[in-house]
C-alpha cells in the first residue's frame, strides 16, 4: 500500500524492540467479543489510476455550473477565482500544517490569520474579526448565542429575509443552548417587520442584506430600535462580494456582523468547505466564539502573531467556553485572504460594480419575459421572481433545456408558501449570451 | 543587543549575547535570515491603489441603489500576482508542515495527506457544483456522499450516519442533539446530566454544555481507564449521555468498554463515543459493537483530509437503530428518480432534531476521504491501525530508555504519554523540552493534555511514518533527555533558538489585545533589529 511506509522487516524489528511477539498482542486491551479477525466486507486497496477512475465516474454524472448557463445563488455564488490562490493554498506548508498552537514554527499561518481579522474588520466595518467560522449559517448561530451571553437575555428575532437554512440552523443550535428563536415570516421586505417585534426581552435581531430574496436593504433604523431597546443587531450577509458595493454592516450600526466567505476565493464544492466570517465591536471582543489572532513579540523582540484570549475557547474552559469550535476553516480563510489581496480595494470595488451590472442586465432581460415579475427592488447581484406556476417546476424545466434558471425558494423553505417565488444570481462569470439562452429557455417553458 | 522596548518577553534573551540571527551570534547586516525572508504584512507594502487582477469597468452605474451604496473607503490594499506570490510563499516558509517532518501532536492524527485526493476534490463534477442546483443534475454528487456513508458504516459497524457535521465539535454537537431529541421523544427530556472523564477532550464538555447539559465528570483509574465503580455511582435518572474517548486520551484501550455502554444503557442513557481517535483501530474493531449509539469521525483525522492550518474539517456523526430517526437534514435518500435530498424534518424526515448548517456538508472533505478509503481498501485500512499502533508503541518502547511513560504496563495504542516525573530537578519542564524539540527539527507533541497527568507529553506519529523517521525523532528525544539531566537548562530556556521566531510574549497578547493592524499603528517593525 502506497501511503505504508513500514516493511515486513521493519515491523519484526519493532516488535522485536517493544517486546511482544506479534500486532495482536498490542490490541490485547481490546475485548475478545469486539476483535475482528477478518476484514471488512469492503472493497481491497486499489492503485490511483483505478482510484482516479472510480471517481471521475461519478464527477462526470454531475453538470458543474460552468458547463452553461447558471444561476444559481441563494448563499453559494459562483466566481472566478485567481490560479494564484489554487496554488498557494496546496502548498505543503499551509495544506499540511495544524492550528497554529507552536507560534515559533507557525508564523506563516498566523500571520495570515492576523491579515484576515484585519480585511474582515474593514469589510464589515467593525473592529474585531475571529480566524473564521465553519461557515455563514453556523457562525449565524454563534453570533445569536454570542447576543445572549452579551445581553443576559434569551429572545432572538430573526428577519423573514434571512436565508431559511441559517434560520434553521440557528434555530436548531441556539434554542438548544436555550434560547428562544423568534422566525418572522417570508416575505421580499421582511425588514419591515423587524423592529415592531423587538421588545425587552430580546437579545438580538438579525436581519441579512442583501436578504434572501436579493433585497439590499440599509438597517440603520433597525440598528437605532434595538440599541433604543437594550439589544444587539447582527448583520448577515450571504455574498461577500456585496461589501465592495454597499454600506458596511458597521457603518449602519451593526454589533455583530456575520457572512459566507465562500465567494471570495473558494469553490461552490456542492456546499462546503466553506469559510464563516465574524466580527464585532471591540468591546465585544471577550465574549467572541473562535480563535482569535493577536500580535506579540519574541524574546528578541521581534514582531510575531500567536492565538490569544484562548481563556473564551474549550480546551482552556472546557463546559464555561464561548463555543466548542476547535478545528475551523483556516485553508478556506487563506484562499478568502489571498483573493482578496489579490482584488485589492481597486479590484474589489471594480469586481463587485460588475456583478451589480450583470444583475441589471438580468433584470431588464426577465422585465421582457412574458408572465414573470421581478420582485427586488434595490439588489446586489441577485433577483427573486414571481413565475407563474411552480418555480421548481420551471427549474427542472429550464434544466432540461441545458439551462439552470437558479433556485426556487421553496426547496429553502417549502412552508413559506412562496412555491411561485425563483431566485436568480448572476456574476462576473456570467455572460450576456447565457442571460439571452436563461430568457430563450424561460420563454419556452413558460406557457 | 538591541531589543524593543516594547516587548515582555517571557524568556531571556540567551545571557544577553546576541541572538538575533540565532545562529552562534551572526547577525546579518539588514537584519533577514539568509533565503529565510521577513515579510511585512500586506497592509505595509504600500498597495492601496494596486490589483493583482486585471478587470474592465462594470459597464453600467450603481445609482439605483441609492445611499446604499459605500463610500467610505474600506481599507484594503492590494497585490499585484508577482508581489502576492512572493508574499504568501515566504510566509508559508515560517511553517513546520507534515510534508517536512514528523509532527507527532497527540490527539491530532498528523498523517501524510495523498495528492490524489487534493485532484479528485478539484474534478469541476465537484468543485464546480452549486449545493441548490436540481438534484437530478447532481446524482453523481450524491452517490458520492452515499458511498461514503456505505464506508463509514462498515467500517464503524452502525447502521445511519448523519454526514453533515463540519468539524469533530460539530459532529460532538450533533451527537448531543440526537441524543438529546431521542430522550425527549421517550419522554425522557427531563435528564439533565452528561458525564465526561477528566482526561476527555475540551470539546466533550464545552459541547454538553453548548447543548444545556450539566457536566459531571467520572474519575480516572490508576492505570488510566474510566473508574467503573465511579461511574456506576453517578449513573442514574437523570443522566442523559456519557461521553467517552476510545482509545481514550492516554492512547489506551478502555478495556471494560463492554461493562461501560452496559451499565450506560442499563441507566437508560446513552452512549457517545468520541471518535477522535478511531485511527488507532480502524479496520480491527466495531465501535458498534462495543455498544455505542453514536460517535463523530474527524475525516481530517483517520481519513487523512488535510488540517490546512486550522480546517477545514468534517465529523460525519455514526448513529445507532435507536438514534437514527433523529438524525439532521438534509437525508440522502433513494427514490425511483435516483438519489434525492430530504431537506426539511418532515414525512420521513419528520423526527430529525433539526438543521446544523445550511448544505450538505463538507463534501469537498468527503471526496477527499472517499478517495482515502478507496486507495486503502478494506486490507489497506487494518494495517493503518495496526502500524499506527506499531509506530506509537516502537517510541514507547524507546524512549522509556530515559523518559517515564504515564502508564508503563502494557501496550498504548497509537499515541504514547508521558509524564514530566523524569524532568524532577532538571529545571526543564516540559514546555522547554517541547520548545528545544523545534530546534532539532520536529514540531512539538501535544503537551499538558491529558490533564490528568503530570506534564504531560502525548506522542502521536501515525502510520505513515517510516521506521527511520522514527529512529531520528527518538534519537533527538534521548538527546534532549540527556541534556536535560546533564543540567544543560540554557539550551532549553532560551528555545527555540533555530525556529523562525524566538519563543513569544503569549501574557503581552492576552493583555493588550492587537487583533488587527490599523493605519498609523505604532508598532514593532517586522524586520530583527540588526545588532548594535
Request: proline share 6%; charged share 20%; hydrophobic share 45%.
Amino acid at each position: 500500500m502506497r501511503y505504508l511506509p513500514l516493511t515486513p522487516s521493519d515491523r519484526a524489528e519493532m516488535l522485536d524492540v517493544i517486546g511482544v511477539r506479534s500486532i495482536d498482542d498490542l490490541f490485547r486491551d481490546v475485548p475478545e467479543k469486539a476483535r475482528n479477525k477478518a476484514l471488512f466486507d469492503l472493497p481491497p486497496h486499489a492503485g490511483e489510476l483505478e482510484v482516479e477512475r472510480e471517481l471521475s465516474g461519478l464527477a462526470a454524472l454531475n453538470r458543474p455550473a460552468g458547463a452553461g448557463p447558471f444561476f444559481c445563488g441563494a448563499g453559494a455564488y459562483r466566481h472566478h477565482v485567481p490560479a494564484t490562490v489554487d496554488h498557494i493554498i496546496q502548498r505543503s506548508e499551509f495544506l499540511t500544517s495544524y492550528t497554529p498552537y507552536q507560534p515559533e514554527i507557525a508564523q506563516g499561518t498566523l500571520q495570515v490569520l492576523f491579515e484576515f481579522q484585519t480585511q474582515v474588520a474593514a469589510l464589515t466595518g467593525l473592529e474585531v474579526a475571529n480566524a473564521s467560522m465553519y461557515d455563514g449559517s453556523t457562525a449565524c448561530a454563534e453570533a445569536v448565542m454570542m447576543a445572549q451571553r452579551v445581553t443576559r437575555r434569551e429572545k432572538a428575532i430573526l428577519s423573514g429575509g434571512l436565508h431559511p437554512h441559517y434560520a434553521a440552523t440557528t434555530q436548531t443550535i441556539a434554542h438548544a443552548e436555550g434560547m428562544q428563536i423568534v422566525r418572522l415570516s417570508a416575505a421580499i421586505d421582511a425588514e419591515a417587520a423587524v423592529i415592531q417585534a423587538i421588545d425587552a426581552g430580546t437579545a438580538c435581531v438579525v436581519v441579512q442584506t442583501p436578504n434572501v430574496f436579493g433585497v439590499a436593504t440599509d438597517v440603520t433604523k433597525i440598528a437605532e430600535a434595538a440599541h433604543a431597546a437594550g439589544a444587539l443587531l447582527i448583520v448577515v450577509a450571504t455574498e461577500a462580494v456585496s461589501f465592495g458595493l454597499l454600506k458596511s454592516p458597521g457603518e449602519m450600526g451593526a454589533d455583530i456582523a456575520v457572512a459566507e466567505g465562500q465567494s471570495i476565493g473558494n469553490a461552490l464544492n456542492y456546499g462546503g468547505p466553506y469559510v464563516g466570517l465574524f466580527a464585532a465591536r471591540e468591546k465585544l471582543v471577550r465574549q467572541m466564539p473562535g480563535r482569535l489572532c493577536g500580535e506579540t513579540v519574541d524574546a528578541d523582540g521581534r514582531r510575531g502573531y500567536v492565538l490569544t484570549l484562548s481563556t473564551r475557547e474549550q480546551h482552556i474552559r472546557r463546559e464555561k467556553a464561548t463555543s466548542n469550535i476547535c478545528t475551523n476553516s483556516g485553508l478556506c480563510a487563506l484562499a478568502f485572504s489571498i483573493h482578496l489581496s489579490l482584488l485589492g480595494e481597486t479590484g474589489l470595488r471594480r469586481l463587485a460594480a460588475i456583478n451589480h451590472a450583470k444583475a441589471r442586465e438580468l433584470q431588464a432581460a426577465l422585465t421582457g419575459v412574458k408572465g414573470l415579475e421581478v420582485l427586488t427592488p434595490r439588489f446586489f447581484n441577485e433577483i427573486a421572481v414571481r413565475v407563474p406556476g411552480s418555480a421548481a417546476g420551471l427549474v427542472e424545466a429550464c434544466a432540461a433545456e441545458g439551462v439552470i434558471a437558479g433556485v426556487p425558494f421553496s426547496r429553502l423553505d417549502p412552508s413559506a408558501g412562496l412555491d411561485d417565488v425563483l431566485l436568480l444570481a448572476v456574476t462576473e462569470t456570467t455572460t450576456s449570451d447565457h442571460i439571452a439562452a436563461l430568457t430563450a429557455a424561460l420563454s419556452k417553458v413558460i406557457r | 543587543m538591541a531589543m524593543s522596548n516594547v516587548g515582555r518577553p517571557t524568556a531571556p534573551a540567551a545571557n544577553g549575547r546576541n541572538v538575533s540571527g540565532n545562529s552562534g551570534g551572526f547577525a546579518s547586516l539588514t537584519g533577514g535570515r539568509g533565503l529565510l525572508q521577513d515579510e511585512p504584512l500586506i497592509f505595509e507594502e504600500g498597495g492601496w491603489d494596486k490589483t493583482g487582477v486585471d478587470l474592465p469597468e462594470a459597464s453600467a452605474d450603481a445609482a439605483d441603489l441609492g445611499d446604499l451604496v459605500r463610500t467610505a473607503p474600506i481599507g484594503l490594499p492590494g497585490l499585484s500576482e508577482p508581489e502576492a506570490v512572493r508574499h504568501y510563499v515566504r510566509l508559508s516558509q515560517k511553517n513546520h508542515a507534515i510534508d517536512l517532518a514528523l509532527y507527532p501532536l497527540g490527539s491530532c492524527t498528523m498523517k501524510h495527506n495523498p495528492r490524489l485526493n487534493e485532484k479528485m476534490a478539484r474534478l469541476p463534477g465537484f468543485a464546480d457544483l452549486h449545493p441548490l442546483q436540481p438534484v437530478s443534475t447532481t446524482q453523481g454528487a450524491l452517490a458520492l456522499m452515499d458511498r461514503l456513508a456505505h464506508w463509514l458504516k462498515v467500517l464503524t459497524g452502525m447502521p445511519a450516519v448523519a454526514l453533515t457535521p463540519k468539524a469533530g465539535a460539530h459532529g460532538e454537537l450533533c451527537g448531543l442533539l440526537t441524543i438529546k431529541a431521542a430522550h425527549e421523544a421517550k419522554g425522557q427530556g427531563h435528564r439533565r446530566t452528561v458525564l465526561v472523564p477528566t482526561s476527555a477532550h475540551g470539546t466533550n464538555p464545552a459541547t454538553a454544555a453548548f447543548v444545556g447539559y450539566d457536566v459531571a465528570e467520572i474519575a480516572q483509574t490508576d492505570d488510566g481507564r474510566v473508574d467503573l465503580a465511579d461511574l456506576e455511582a453517578k449513573l442514574s435518572g437523570d443522566i442523559a449521555a456519557i461521553m467517552v474517548t476510545n482509545p481514550n486520551t492516554c492512547g489506551l484501550f478502555e478495556r471494560d468498554i463492554l461493562e461501560i455502554s452496559r451499565l450506560t444503557h442499563a441507566a437508560g442513557a446513552y452512549f457517545y463515543c468520541d471518535g477522535a481517535n478511531f485511527n488507532a483501530i480502524v479496520g480491527r474493531v466495531k465501535p458498534g459493537d462495543l455498544g455505542v449509539d453514536a460517535m463523530h469521525i474527524n475525516l481530517h483525522k483517520t481519513f487523512s483530509t488535510p488540517h490546512g492550518g486550522g480546517g477545514p474539517g468534517a465529523g460525519p456523526v455514526v448513529l445507532s437503530e435507536a438514534l437514527a430517526p433523529f438524525a439532521p437534514v438534509p437525508w440522502i435518500v433513494s427514490g425511483p428518480q435516483g438519489l434525492r435530498l430530504i431537506e426539511e424534518p418532515a414525512g420521513e424526515a419528520a423526527q430529525a432534531f433539526g438543521r446544523m448548517c445550511a448544505f450538505q456538508g463538507q463534501m469537498g472533505m468527503f471526496v477527499r476521504a472517499l478517495a482515502y478509503m478507496l486507495s486503502h481498501g478494506a486490507d489497506g485500512l487494518r494495517q493503518v491501525a495496526e502500524d499506527a499502533v506499531l509506530n506509537a508503541n516502537y517510541i514507547k518502547a524507546r524512549l522509556s530508555t530515559a523518559m517515564t511513560p504515564a502508564f508503563p504496563q502494557g501496550p498504548c495504542m497509537h499515541e504514547a504519554l508521558f509524564d514530566d516525573a523524569w524532568l524532577e530537578g532538571t529545571g526543564v519542564t516540559t514546555l522547554d523540552l517541547a520548545k528545544a524539540l523545534i530546534d532539532e527539527g520536529f514540531h512539538p507533541m501535544t503537551m499538558y493534555f491529558p490533564l490528568v497527568v503530570h506534564g504531560a507529553m502525548l506522542i502521536e506519529p501515525t502510520e505513515t511514518e517510516p521506521k527511520r523517521e522514527l529512529d531520528r525523532f527518538c534519537d533527538a528525544m534521548l538527546a534532549l533527555a540527556e541534556a536535560a539531566k546533564s543540567r544543560d537548562a540554557e539550551r532549553f530556556k532560551g528555545a527555540p533558538h533555530l525556529a523562525p521566531m524566538r519563543r513569544l510574549d503569549e501574557t503581552l497578547a492576552a493583555r493588550k489585545p492587537k487583533l488587527t493592524w490599523r493605519p498609523g499603528d505604532t508598532t514593532v517593525a517586522p524586520a530583527p533589529l540588526a545588532a548594535e
